[in-house]
């Protein structure tokens, strides 16, 4: 699979809701790098897991991508997250209720891409307090 395939994939995995076609895009042993995990999310079970939470707390959310920038096995996107909070939302401090506020948050993703054309590693930057204010927690 090329790269530009893979970023497809990953964009409608995540839009959709899919767990089980966005966890078949990662390595065994991949890791997951975000603003609210100090340490890094570790395997495929555990990075699904992790973004499951996501898809939870934002049902319905849905990933925009544009200008990937391609080097190598390492794929640069700009992203738009966006949705509404209506399930629970998994922080450092504990579960927050739904606050049924909408949300849009735009960040970038690196992600490195193993020999076997699956996610190994994805550095994700996104304004974490900005999420936090448009939810009302802050």
Same mark, same amino acid.
């Given at each position: ?45 555990? =990075? ?10 934002? %049902? ?6 544009? @200008? ?26 504990? =579960?927050?209720? %739904? ?12 992600? @490195? ?26």
């Amino acid at each position: 699979m090329d790269i530009e395939q893979l970023v497809k994939k990953w964009k409608t995995a995540v839009s959709r809701g899919q767990m089980d076609a966005y966890a078949a895009l990662l390595a065994p042993d991949v890791r997951l790098h975000v603003p609210l995990s100090p340490e890094p999310v570790k395997g495929r079970e555990a =990075v699904t897991q992790y973004e499951g939470t996501l898809m939870a707390a934002f %049902p319905g959310a849905t990933l925009e991508v544009s @200008r990937p920038a391609i080097r190598g096995n390492t794929v640069a996107v700009e992203w738009e997250y966006s949705g509404k909070n209506t399930g629970p939302l998994a922080t450092a401090t504990g =579960v927050v209720p %739904p606050t049924n506020r909408p949300m849009r948050v735009r960040g970038a993703s690196f992600l @490195r891409i193993n020999p076997k054309g699956l996610i190994a590693e994805e550095h994700r930057y996104y304004d974490a307090r900005s999420l936090f204010q448009q939810l009302g927690l802050q």
